[in-house]
């Protein structure tokens, strides 16, 4: 008996129909007759593939235009430190002056920068980040001109004082992306990774641009370009107001500081500094004892563009469990992926394979700080998430100052090679706080 015909496979591509309404084209060859279809193409190369997890974090209306804005407004995040003992110890010739500026405007911008996010929450993003924003450029151009026309010193600190009202545009930017994505865990996964590898991705371009312009054109070049970057970024930022996040303008809950879970995060958030400000300082000295201290800054590049590189893979995938029970296994990978820097130290003394073990180390710096701003955001009180994530900030600048403290201690009384000691430390320290917590989020059910 005759056998029904199987199906064409689903990649075979199809005949042409002559009631098809598509043009086929007829023509006689010496033998045959072909038929040439000028129709869309079938097969596996037609099939539609879904968009990719950044293509559709960007499909969102309005999020390629904050985050373009944004992008311009942190990127002077990495130039301003920089440019700053650049312009003062080359006008001064005193580091250690231009290191007190830098220390004292980064301890009042721990005091002032959870004010200022605690204002954008309840007024609004646009009503206080641009007023802020322009206190702070009038602080670096004060600052600039001191310098210039060598003003006290006491002036140099007052001037640098006032650049602490800088909004954190990190957390402007992450609490849009909660607005827009609430509900969806992927998509606002993805935008965290997105958003700490800009941070790592800015952190190491902006160090570069400011040697470059205090370098090749004139020393107040760098704060000059860093101050007109951060003003252009957060007005267009601010501009784009349907993306904008609702003020609450009447919060009853208190401060983030009282929140479940915050505490050990910002504990946590100090020791992950301290890991920062120590490995930069130590390498530095490190690469100077080796007769190539320029090449120090290529190094830490090395570093950020690994967690950056990983941050991106970070949020291609889809995370499973919640994110309090991933957080000890990223820092538990960090504190042990740190001890290739030390090892590469004390065994050898070159600067390509450390570059290599700051390239390997860095690749879990991303997926834990992107866990732990995923944390933050969700322990975060309703109506204060741009406060909670700037205490965040404010947790990880403190500890890099730490860190920076007790990695040049360590290089000068011990040696650089100790130095890669510190960060290993603060991040078995950062593990230890992790496990203590554990308990409670478990009881928490999270």
């Known amino acids: 008996m005759p056998q029904p015909t199987p199906p064409p496979p689903w990649d075979a591509p199809k005949r042409p129909d002559p009631s098809d309404p598509r043009k086929i084209l007829y023509t006689v060859t010496a033998d045959a007759m072909v038929a040439v279809d000028f129709g869309p193409r079938f097969g596996h190369r037609d099939r539609t593939r879904p968009p990719g997890p950044y293509r559709r974090l960007f499909a969102v209306p309005g999020a390629r235009a904050f985050t373009l804005g944004n992008l311009l407004a942190r990127l002077p995040m990495g130039m301003f430190g920089i440019s700053a003992v650049v312009m003062i110890a080359g006008t001064r010739g005193s580091y250690a002056l231009a290191g007190a500026v830098t220390a004292t405007g980064l301890a009042a911008t721990a005091v002032v920068a959870p004010w200022t996010a605690r204002l954008v929450d309840r007024y609004g993003q646009a009503r206080i980040a641009v007023p802020a924003t322009a206190i702070a450029a009038l602080g670096s151009l004060a600052l600039l001109l001191c310098v210039h026309y ?4 006491w002036t140099l600190f007052a001037s640098y004082a006032a650049t602490a009202t800088t909004p954190n545009t990190g957390g402007m930017s992450r609490a849009r992306w909660a607005h827009l994505l609430k509900g969806d865990d992927d998509a606002l996964h993805t935008s965290n990774s997105f958003e700490q590898a800009a941070d790592e991705l800015c952190f190491m371009l ?32 601010a501009a784009q107001r349907s993306t904008e996040p609702p003020v609450h303008a009447r919060v009853l809950t208190g401060s983030p500081l009282r929140a479940p879970g915050i505490p050990p995060l910002l504990a946590g958030c100090l020791a992950m500094g301290a890991v920062f400000g120590s490995m930069e300082v130590v390498t530095i000295a490190f690469a100077d004892t080796e007769g190539h201290r320029a090449a120090a800054g290529v190094i830490l590049a090395l570093q950020a563009a690994g967690s950056c590189a990983a941050g991106l893979l970070f949020g291609g995938l889809r995370p499973t469990g919640p994110a309090a029970h991933r957080l000890p296994w990223c820092v538990a990978a960090m504190t042990a992926l740190l001890t290739l820097p030390l090892l590469a130290a004390a065994r050898t003394d070159s600067l390509p394979l450390l570059a290599l073990a700051l390239l390997i180390s860095g690749m879990a710096t991303a997926p834990t700080m992107i866990t732990t701003m995923t944390l933050v955001q969700q322990r975060t009180p309703e109506g204060h998430l741009n406060e909670g994530m700037t205490l965040a900030v404010t947790g990880l600048l403190a500890g890099i100052a730490c860190g920076s403290a007790v990695g040049g201690w360590t290089v000068e009384r011990v040696s650089p090679t100790a130095g890669f000691g510190v960060p290993v430390t603060a991040a078995a320290t950062a593990l230890m706080i992790c496990l203590a917590w554990r308990p409670a989020v478990h009881a928490e059910g999270a």
């Open 150 to 153: 060598e003003a006290p010193a």
């Open 206 to 237: 902006g160090p570069v641009l400011a040697a470059f312009f205090c370098s090749a054109f004139f020393p107040e070049a760098g704060t000059l370009v860093g101050a007109g970057l951060l003003l252009t970024g957060v007005l267009l930022f």
